[in-house]
């Protein structure tokens, strides 16, 4: 028997090492931090690692990743780095963004302060965590 809607079934992929690690929840401290960055919200060029000691605390680590084409969510090697990093420090729990969470420039170091990001138009009049289109004023 044929489907006839067969065409539009969505492919579930297989969850990433990192979404299984963050899929277990709340563990206990040093809790690792991860968000990811992108021009838009369809490729991640950059993931941002966190490693938080202890309850309102600060990150005491942080490390950075970098892809200029490719999507560093679906990088293998970024990935078993990042895995790598978070088990050196003695992460129990991952925290991780579930998805873009705004442009991958950072304020004050690649674009003046109180401004918005040239290189990224996409994200200037948008909520970094939804991704909504923010009313202009």
């Known amino acids: 028997m044929?489907?006839?809607y067969?065409?539009?079934m969505k492919i579930k992929r297989k969850p990433t090492r990192l979404e299984k690690?963050?899929?277990r929840g709340q563990r206990g401290y040093p809790v690792?931090?991860?968000a990811f960055y992108g021009?838009?919200?369809s490729r991640a060029s950059?993931?941002?690692v966190g490693i938080v000691r202890t309850e309102d605390a600060e990150p005491t680590?942080?490390?950075r990743w970098f892809s200029d084409t490719g999507d560093v969510r679906r990088d293998a090697a970024i990935g078993d780095e990042i895995i790598e990093f978070i088990e050196e420090h003695g992460a129990k729990t991952v925290a991780m963004s579930s998805g873009i969470i705004g442009c991958p420039h950072e304020e004050g170091i690649d674009y003046p302060d109180d401004e918005v990001c040239r290189?990224?138009?996409y994200w200037a009049n948008r909520d970094r965590l939804s991704g909504e289109e923010l009313p202009v004023q």
Request: hydrophobic content about 35%; charged content about 30%.
């Open 2 to 4: 044929r489907y006839p």
């Open 6 to 8: 067969a065409h539009c």
């Open 21 to 23: 690690k963050a899929r």
């Open 32 to 34: 690792a931090t991860i």
């Open 39 to 41: 021009p838009d919200a």
């Open 46 to 48: 950059k993931v941002a």
């Open 61 to 63: 680590e942080m490390k």
């Open 119 to 121: 290189q990224c138009p």
